[in-house]
């Protein structure tokens, strides 16, 4: 019987010791990021059958399960009959989402074709290159480049490691960038996890910095490795009135933190146009697909 509980710092080992076993090319499969969003998605996990079974309610209401976490093939079917009974006695929306596609692969042998599965492009994570956005060279980045070279050039700055006497200083710019930005709904929650996470920063595992413009923090921004090729980067956030201040902080993290993998995941869009284009325009690489399950039929 699967009985589900909530999230919360305590877990971060039972949880590692399901997710470090693997390469996850999506940003989804972090405890720092499950751990971020357990408000805003109210995130409950089970074992089952010795795997990790993760249950999330998305920015559009629907509920679904995450895929299993440490399951292996000959037991795959038992685990995902017992989530269908699940789904279908609680009225869940989806059966997987956030599914990756090894997982969508293992899911085809054994239902072949009863499954209705889809592409979810609005949760496709953004994969690029860490030496683009390192040295932001060529015509396709000459804009950012000017955007940081024009900070570099007009403005009094200075970045500093995110440590703990920065803290209330990085919780008060997340919430006037939260203020400025219509403070609800997904971004409402996003700011309870940021200040979760900031205020536990001790027993997680992810990095960060924060600009200083004119002494007064400006910009912070927060990620992770999670393995020895790709960093994603949960958080980025910088006053829009400064020109050329995002396009700082993304560099500079890059060049002092991250500069060690090929990849930086710098997660999705949501399918809000203005994040989209924003993303789209550091180039990148690839898109890593997410997929969604609705049923077997």
């Known amino acids: 019987m699967l009985n589900f509980k909530p999230i919360s710092i305590e877990n971060k080992d039972l949880f590692n010791s399901f997710l470090n076993p693997y390469t996850f090319s999506t940003c989804e499969y972090s405890f720092t990021n499950l751990y971020l969003w357990k408000k805003g998605c109210n995130i409950e996990y089970a074992i ?3 795997t990790l ?3 999330k309610i998305d920015f559009d209401h629907s509920s679904h399960f995450m895929q299993p976490i440490g399951y292996k093939k000959e037991n795959l079917k038992e685990i995902v009959d017992e989530l269908i009974k699940y789904k279908e006695e609680n009225n869940l929306d989806y059966l997987f989402k956030d599914a990756e596609e090894p997982f969508i692969r293992d899911l085809k042998e054994l239902y072949k074709d009863s499954l209705i599965i889809e592409e979810d492009r609005d949760n496709a994570d953004y994969i690029y290159l860490k030496d683009d956005l390192l ?5 396709k ?9 024009a900070f570099k050039k007009k403005f009094d700055h200075r970045w500093v490691p995110l440590t703990e006497d920065i803290i209330e200083d990085c919780i008060k710019a997340s919430k006037e960038w939260c203020r400025k930005n219509d403070c609800k709904g997904y971004i409402l929650y996003e700011l309870y996890g940021i200040q979760d996470l900031l205020k536990n920063m001790n027993k997680l ?24 090729d790709m960093a994603i980067i949960h958080i980025e956030k910088a006053d ?3 020109r050329g201040l995002y396009a700082y902080i993304n ?6 933190f991250l500069n060690d993998v090929t990849y930086i995941n710098r997660e999705q ?24 399950v609705k049923n077997v039929k």
Do not use: C
Not at 135 to 139: A, V
Not at 205 to 228: P, Q
Not at 251 to 256: A, G, L, M, P, Y
């Open 251 to 256: 560099k500079t993290f890059v060049e002092e």
């Open 205 to 228: 595992d992810f990095i960060g910095m924060a600009v200083y413009v004119n002494d007064k923090i400006s910009a912070f921004t927060i990620g992770e490795k999670v393995n020895t």
């Open 269 to 292: 869009d949501l399918g809000i146009e203005g994040l989209r284009n924003a993303k789209l325009n550091y180039n990148p690489i690839k898109l890593e697909m997410k997929y969604s």
């Open 240 to 242: 829009s009135d400064i």
């Open 48 to 50: 089952l059958n010795d």
């Open 141 to 149: 980045f000459h804009g950012k480049k000017n955007h940081y070279n």
């Open 53 to 55: 079974i993760i249950k």
């Open 135 to 139: 040295n932001l060279s060529g015509r």
